[in-house]
């Protein structure tokens, strides 16, 4: 197939939009599971230092 341009560029402002949003969604994530997960590695830190 023979794409213009114009349509070859669409494709990659599409594609630029879904990487922008998995990253906010990822960003997102991680704020806030970081506290819950950071928690559960400073127990287990804890729990290996007290033996």
Not at 12 to 41: K, Q
């Amino acid at each position: 197939m023979l794409y213009s341009i114009r349509e070859r560029g669409q494709g990659l402002v599409e594609y630029a939009l879904i990487l922008v949003l998995v990253a906010v969604v990822v960003i997102a994530v991680l704020l806030v599971l970081g506290p819950v997960i950071g928690n559960v590695f400073s127990k287990l830190n804890n729990s290996l230092s007290s033996f």
